[in-house]
């Protein structure tokens, strides 16, 4: 079935050429050109994925991406950026989205990326639409249906990429990931360079979840490697 794709762009050339290039994709393609309107179907309407361009006018791409995944919707967000600097790229990364290119981009490298990005989706809801639906790691339940988890039996407000951490911990409890594999597993693939994204998260996460942050039992560190999780299902 044709795929449903937001596309939240202010120049009016791409706005024009990238709908016709994602048709080949067999995708349907809503655009608005601000990010005020952008807001709203995102935050109203059903897509596999949004495209969204950092500078826009009225929100701009880091304020919409913030409140959508303040909303708790986890559609895939790819932005799109005209700035270069490593800060704006990992800002797009930190507040949601899950990968980025720096314009002027080719055409093939865009679909490379939406490909790949509605690829990673289906293998996703694949593999966790016959799993259990609930996860209990010590005090805390995960429901993977609604994306919700509770601590001690009241809800916990985690952001997408937060949900997408603890549920890949819970989901693998005996191994032991270094920071490019959380990156590759739960952004996409390998952001080279961007490993601190994965500190930022695990402690904003364990900030939200663990009874001492400080020294911490849900996620652990592994000194020298990585992450793991630090408490057995059920346990």
């Not at 701009?60 to 303040?70: A, E, Y």
């Not at 790691?137 to 009241?154: A, F, H, Y």
């Not at 693998?172 to 996409?188: K, M, Y």
Request: glycine share 6%; proline share 4%; hydrophobic share 40%.
């Amino acid at each position: 079935m044709p795929r449903n794709i937001l596309l939240i762009e202010d120049n009016a050339d791409l706005a024009h050429l990238l709908p016709l290039h994602l048709v080949d994709l067999d995708c349907n393609v809503d655009s608005a050109r601000d990010g005020a309107v952008g807001l709203q179907k995102a935050l109203t309407g059903q897509y596999e994925l949004i495209i969204l361009d950092l500078l826009l006018p009225q929100i701009n791409g880091i304020d919409l991406c913030q409140r959508v995944r303040r909303e708790n919707i986890t559609t895939p967000i790819l932005m799109l950026t005209s700035k270069s600097s490593e800060l704006d790229r990992v800002l797009g990364l930190e507040v949601g989205a899950d990968d980025y290119l720096t314009k002027p981009f080719s055409m093939r490298e865009l679909l490379a990326r939406v490909k790949a990005i509605l690829r990673r989706q289906e293998v996703y809801l694949t593999k966790h639409s016959g799993s259990t639906p609930t996860l209990r790691i010590g005090s805390i339940v995960i429901n993977t249906d609604e994306r919700t988890i509770e601590l001690d039996r009241e809800r916990i407000e985690l952001t997408a990429k937060e949900f997408d951490l603890l549920l890949h911990f819970a989901s693998n409890p005996n191994r032991v990931f270094t920071r490019s594999q959380l990156l590759d597993a739960v952004w996409g693939y390998n952001h080279d360079g961007y490993e601190h994204t994965v500190n930022s998260h695990i402690n904003r996460l364990r900030a939200k979840i663990e009874s001492d942050p400080r020294n911490p039992d849900v996620i652990v560190t592994v000194w020298g490697i990585g992450y793991k999780l630090g408490l057995s299902e059920n346990s």
